[in-house]
């Protein structure tokens, strides 16, 4: 039977009440010493954030991310000086380093990082903050079995972001009853009121529609704030959201509740408002609270053993999809490692995920189709080293998600993305289902390793090193199947390129890459009955990109590069080919690409259209040489 409810005691409620003053007073000071931040933000929070660091939450003050501790995100991130304010009224942060914020040699940045030891991902770009959450409490309910908790506090205006319902949607399909979700309700969005103002009732239908459990409070009212935990922690089957009205800059006399004080020092304001809150506390000296130890243990993991469990096994005359040897690759990793966690968005029987959905059915999270959810719910599985998280869709359809992508590298999160049908050569689904600028998208991104496997055994093993290497990775694959260019016990390395063709008396280097490097090497075949000889690379890793290679390639053959891409122009593989050449004068770098929008069609016909095709390259090297 679960244990009833008891109010703390007058003189723990007063502590509290104490605390999210203080708090108030240190985002106050230290955004004032900044000369910038959103100290109003900070005040709207002040009790939610002194109930949950200092009654309700159980965490680990000397290690904060231990993986048994209770989670916190604040996705509203402008809030970040009273996220800072709390973990300094609990010790982990020194109270004088406070007033450093944001400056370059302080790790208090205006945002959240996890360079500081408290904070699991980075949050400040909103509308993200919960479905990382819901990856938090996915792994901790389904994957850690655990009974740490997960909290997130989500600002009224975020709301407005679809990505906030995905993630309702995500949560309550899985019951995730070990979520907490706290809407700080304070009406006042950058620039203007929100749209739904102090309109709770209109908060907790649309929550309870997503299948939420909603309980309304006073966000200002500790004892209020203290029972809605209570009552969360008692809530089964359901995620549960706390809707909070509160006032932006409560506290603070001449701004509170007013227009045009968004993301700014209080300045003229700051002395009065310190008075008027420094008046409210009736023990200004240490709080005196001790904070509840995590109450279980997680298992440790050691991600770094991760391997296939067996090396490829194909003949040489097979002809196999590297989407396909995407799932079978994932499976060997699973059989290695219990902590491989795979997800996707309702494309698993494209992606080739459902072969590991039917060999790890526990180890799989459907997302249904909300990319952006997705996304942010793989980082939240990766977080603390729990899993080693693969996301797949579509590859076009991973654009949707590029915020939550571009956010995933500053939060030094270890995902890896798969892509699949990519270029023209996907044939008849048209132009929406192409991805065409995917190369490009994610060779933008600074943490992250671009795989781009040309056979079945080059896949299975990009798959293994994206398992192993930090950072996030993307692996392009092709919906056409190709035949086998390497044998199974072939070794690749990231940074390092194939040459696939080579003879002494080469005219120029093709270089290709999944359906591009199979016309090259017809295109080859065409030259070499012409009598040219080309030499052929495939580069394996589009970012880092093998350049010695490269150059010594293009040296040996007079210093012509022809490049072949099924992607646009821009940003693709022969950009990247491009600049790691673009040092040495006496190479010259040519590019075959999709140029313009495509259309429908057979594949074949398509990848004549664009000027891909093994007849079309070997017609430009001829036109090249001549």
């Known amino acids: 039977m679960a244990e009833p409810y008891h109010r703390p005691d007058n003189s723990k409620l007063q502590a509290l009440r104490d605390i999210a003053n203080k708090l108030r007073i240190h985002s106050i000071s230290s955004t004032s010493a900044a000369g910038s931040g959103h100290p109003t933000s900070c005040c709207s929070a002040a009790e939610i954030m002194s109930v949950l660091f200092f009654n309700t939450m159980r965490y680990s003050t000397s290690e904060p991310r231990d993986p048994s501790s209770d989670r916190f995100i604040m996705s509203k991130g402008h809030a970040a000086p009273i996220l800072y304010a709390a973990w300094a009224e609990a010790g982990v942060v020194n109270v004088d380093d406070l007033n450093n914020l944001r400056k370059i040699d302080c790790l208090l940045e205006g945002h959240p990082t996890p360079r500081l030891s408290f904070v699991d991902v980075a949050t400040g770009s909103l509308g993200q903050g919960l479905s990382v959450a819901a990856g938090m409490a996915y792994t901790g309910k389904y994957l850690d079995k655990a009974d740490y908790r997960t909290y997130c506090m989500v600002g009224d205006g975020e709301s407005a972001e679809g990505s906030i319902w995905e993630a309702c949607a995500f949560a309550s399909y899985y019951k995730l009853d070990n979520l907490v979700t706290i809407f700080d309700v304070n009406r006042l969005g950058q620039s203007q009121a929100t749209s739904l103002g102090h309109e709770l009732e209109v908060y907790q239908k ?32 359901k995620p549960t959201a706390i809707v909070a009205k509160t006032f932006k800059g409560h506290g603070c006399p001449g701004v509170a509740d007013l227009d045009n004080w968004h993301g700014k020092a209080l300045g003229a304001k700051s002395e009065e408002a310190l008075t008027a809150i420094k008046a409210q506390i009736k023990n200004p000296g240490p709080h005196g609270i001790t904070i509840p130890a995590p109450t279980s243990s997680c298992a440790p993991t050691d991600l770094k053993s991760v391997r296939l469990s067996d090396p490829p096994s194909y003949q040489p005359g097979d002809k196999v999809a590297t989407r396909v040897a995407y ?133 299975e093993r990009a798959i293994e090193l994206a398992a192993k290497v930090p950072g996030i990775t993307f692996t392009r694959t092709s919906r056409p ?125 398509l990848l004549d259209m664009f000027g891909i095709s093994a007849p079309c390259i070997a017609k430009k090297v001829k036109e090249l040489l001549a």
């Not at 290695?336 to 029987?349: C, F, I, Q, R, S």
């Not at 909300?370 to 729990?386: F, H, K, P, T």
Request: proline share 3%.
């Open 206 to 237: 649309r929550l309870e529609a997503f299948g939420m459990h909603t309980i309304v409070v006073d966000g200002h009212d500790v004892e209020e704030l203290n029972k809605a935990f209570y009552e969360a922690s008692m809530t089964k089957d």
């Open 327 to 459: 799932g079978t690759a994932l499976v060997k990793l699973g059989k290695t490692l219990p902590n491989v966690v795979a997800l996707d968005g309702d494309t698993k029987n494209s992606t080739f995920a459902i072969t590991y959905k039917n060999a790890f059915p526990d180890r799989f999270v459907e997302c249904f189709i909300a990319e952006q959810n997705l996304v942010g719910v793989g980082i939240g599985c990766a977080c603390r080293d729990r899993n080693v998280v693969f996301v797949s869709a579509f590859a076009c359809f991973l654009s949707r998600a590029y915020d939550q992508i571009r956010m995933g590298a500053i939060s030094q999160t270890n995902v890896n993305f798969v892509g699949s049908h990519c270029g023209v050569s996907i044939g008849e689904d048209g132009p929406s289902q192409m991805a065409l600028e995917d190369i490009a998208i994610f060779r933008a991104i600074p943490t992250c390793t671009v795989f781009y496997p040309s056979d079945a055994v080059s896949c």
């Open 481 to 605: 199947v190709t035949a086998m260019l390497y044998g199974n016990d072939e070794a690749f390395e990231i940074g390092k390129a194939k040459v696939v063709r080579q003879t002494a008396d080469d005219k120029a280097v093709l270089v290709g890459a999944g359906i591009t490097l199979h016309e090259a090497l017809a295109a080859a075949d065409q030259l070499k009955a012409e009598g040219i000889n080309v030499t052929v690379v495939d580069p394996f890793t589009i970012k880092p990109i093998d350049g010695a290679t490269l150059r010594a390639c293009a040296k040996a053959a007079g210093g012509l590069i022809l490049t072949v891409e099924d992607h646009y122009y821009e940003g693709g593989v022969g950009e990247a080919v491009a600049g790691a050449v673009a040092t040495d004068s006496g190479i010259t770098v040519h590019r075959l690409a999709v140029k313009g929008v495509p259309r429908s069609g057979p594949s074949r016909a």
